[in-house]
């Protein structure tokens, strides 16, 4: 296992600074991207990509701003580079909301735990990560990803599996909104609240709410799939344009949930209103008596 | 990619007090300087001192080039009997741009003293303009990044030393300790788009023409220009050359055109999101009322939870444009998004009433 941490990287940057200052001098932009590519290489045998050089060089004046696109650049190459070398468990500590991380990054069964809030697209483009977020997840966690996993113990923010095609999502908390835009397969498990304009355009797949508050036009122009949400928070304008409530659930919706769960049943108990639902949602009852269905007409 | 932070204090479970808005709204700030690196500001909106809750206290922050301190200074003289300058916020500006700021203290003169100040801002154009002025609000802001300019600002204390701030020794701290607590403030850090990275083109931006009222923003409003013109024709004076000084003037315009009617922040707000279009979001505040809201499409972030009460900081909202902003200050309770097309009103309870600054407006 490795365990990256993006305070210790910071650190190897504030000696640098403070070498700077001991020449008494302020030293060139490119001098100090220069010094940190070095260091990025020989502390972590990675070298800086050129489209985030170029990004940094071209939008910031200073080194102390374009830290953050650095540090994420150093990580994502980090772990491309354990995993290249067969590494299967790969921990993140203080990510401070990074944007981007593992953004591009592809890894079979390569399990990887974020110890504090990923920042905005984390895990995009990504495949076959097995990702755990310990806080709360950023804006498009997971967008275009093709396959894999991931569980946010927190909230997610809005875009969560934007366009996925596989990818599995389980949030404890809620999402904010657009979870599971364009969707083209894959599921997704929220336990307490799903945003406005969730499912909106959805191919396939299945997105299924258990508890809290629904937002406005869950499941808009959708074209397949299906989405399940609890019935009690079904008002006037949750129900999209262009999908309908399904009358009833039937035997084969509970099939479909139960196997939903199972995948994630084992990973850890979740909780609803307080009340521990591992149990609960194992429940024929609880499926069939509190879900609705929305699904496309005709 | 702006991020807007604000923090605001809960009136139904706190009496109204000021607390340390300062170090809340930096490390919110901090934890979002990814989305914005050219500047970074500060509103925060305190009580009037308690000798002075029932005068017509006013004060006003402005920032002069050095070549025209002598006239602006001359100006308060020659208007007010009292010691002009009540303090001066001396590290405020980088050196390149030779500019200073003040603040001083107008009671009982506020509107002839805002007419000349208006006057003066016309004539020096960029050299002299104002940042901040009414009873209850004060803006700081400048250009640079936020750990660079909150050591610049005020004593970086414990309350910020897991930041890893430098701490520099420098008197001015003093001043801007004073306006670090307040009821409510918001906060913003830039990164330009279609204007000039300039001190005054940092937000917060307040209105010229109605005391006490700042907006941050985020995005970019398409039409901005017409409004503007609308705007000018109709009395409205602008600083900057942003869109988003539109906003305020905006919301100024009809608070004032109808502040004899049954007319609140929020419908102001709306009727914004009607006229304006393009991709944003922005925080409006007053000193009794915070809206934030969100355009019609909703294609920009923005998330708001609550701090419970506990042993540092009374019960308060915190919004924000990244949920990390929130968890900087431990505000994940209840956390929840604008919809579109939303405006989501936080109430504070200062006393406030719509009060022009210009007669003709």
Redesign the interface.
């Known amino acids: 296992m490795i365990s990256i941490d993006t305070n210790q990287i910071k650190n190897v940057f504030k000696e640098l600074n403070s070498k700077n200052n001991g020449k008494g001098y302020k030293k060139s932009y490119e001098d100090s991207i220069s010094e940190i590519n070095s260091a990025a290489f020989s502390e972590y045998g990675v070298t800086l990509s050129k489209s985030i050089l170029l990004f940094c060089r071209d939008n910031f004046k200073e080194i102390s701003p374009a830290i953050p696109p650095l540090l994420a650049d150093i990580i994502n190459k980090r772990i491309i580079k354990a995993i290249d070398e067969n590494e299967k468990n790969i921990s993140i500590l203080n990510p401070d909301g990074l944007y981007n991380l593992l953004s591009g990054i592809e890894g079979e069964n390569v399990k990887v735990d974020i110890d504090g809030n990923a920042g905005g697209t984390c895990g995009s483009y990504s495949s076959g990560l097995n990702v755990t977020i310990n806080g709360f997840a950023g804006r498009y966690l997971g967008d275009n990803s093709y396959k894999g996993l991931f569980i946010v113990k927190g909230d997610a923010d809005e875009g969560l599996g934007l366009t996925n095609s596989g990818t599995n999502y389980f949030v404890f908390g809620k999402t904010l909104s657009r979870t599971f835009v364009q969707a083209r397969a894959g599921t997704a498990v929220i336990v307490n609240g799903l945003g406005e304009y969730s499912g909106l355009y959805m191919a396939s797949g299945v997105l299924v709410c258990l508890d809290g508050k629904i937002g406005n036009y869950i499941g808009n122009a959708m074209v397949g799939g299906s989405i399940y949400i609890p019935g009690k928070s079904v008002n006037e304008k949750t129900v999209g344009k262009g999908v309908t409530l399904a009358e009833k659930l039937q035997e084969e919706d509970y099939e479909l949930l139960r196997n939903v769960f199972r995948k994630y049943a084992s990973v850890e108990n979740f909780r609803i209103n307080d009340t521990n639902n591992s149990v609960i949602v194992s429940e024929k009852e609880y499926f069939l008596s509190n879900l609705v269905k929305i699904v496309p007409v005709s | 990619m702006c991020g807007i932070c604000g923090i605001i204090l809960d009136t139904t479970k706190e009496e109204i007090k000021e607390f340390d808005i300062g170090s809340l709204l930096v490390r919110m700030a901090y934890?979002q300087?990814?989305r914005g690196?050219d500047s970074f500001g500060m509103g925060i909106y305190n009580k009037p001192k308690e000798n002075k809750i029932n005068e017509d206290n006013y004060k006003v922050n402005v920032a002069v080039h050095s070549d025209f301190e002598f006239e602006v200074s001359n100006l308060f003289r020659n208007n007010i009997n009292e010691s002009p300058i009540t303090y001066r916020l001396d590290s405020l500006f980088s050196t390149n741009s030779m500019l200073s700021c003040y603040e001083f203290d107008i009671s009982n003169k506020s509107e002839p003293i805002m007419q000349e100040l208006l006057r003066l801002k016309s004539e020096y154009d960029e050299n002299f303009w104002i940042m901040s002025h009414g009873k209850y609000l004060t803006i700081v802001k400048d250009i640079g990044?936020v750990?660079?300019l909150a050591n610049k600002w005020f004593d970086v204390d414990e309350k910020l030393n897991d930041l890893?701030f430098e701490k520099i020794p420098k008197s001015s701290y003093l001043t801007w300790n004073k306006i670090r607590y307040g009821t409510h403030g918001i906060a913003h850090v830039r990164?330009a788009t279609n204007t000039e990275v300039e001190a005054r083109n940092a937000h917060p931006i307040c209105s010229l023409n109605l005391a006490d009222i700042s907006v941050v923003h985020n995005g970019e409003i398409t039409n901005a220009d017409n409004l503007r013109r609308e705007l000018k024709l109709k009395g409205y004076d602008f600083t900057t050359t942003t869109d988003s000084e539109v906003i305020v003037a905006f919301i100024a315009n009809r608070l004032i055109k109808n502040k004899d009617k049954t007319y609140s922040l929020k419908d102001a707000c709306r009727e914004f999101i009607e006229s304006a279009s393009g991709f944003y979001t922005g925080i409006v505040s007053t000193p009794n009322e915070v809206a934030f809201f969100s355009d019609i499409l909703?294609t920009r972030?923005a998330?708001y939870g609550y701090h419970d009460k506990d042993e540092e900081f009374p019960a308060f909202y915190a919004i924000a444009t990244?949920?990390?902003?929130?968890?900087?200050v431990n505000a994940?309770k209840n956390?929840?998004?604008i919809?579109?097309g939303e405006v989501k009103i936080f109430n504070v309870g200062l006393d406030y009433k719509i009060k022009k600054i210009q007669s003709d407006l």
Not at chain 2, 322 to 328: E, G, K, V, W
Request: negative net charge; proline residues 4%; hydrophobic residues 30%.
């Open positions: 934890s300087q990814v690196q990044i750990k660079n890893e990164i909703k972030p998330v990244d949920i990390s902003a929130l968890d900087s994940t956390i929840d998004t919809n579109s």
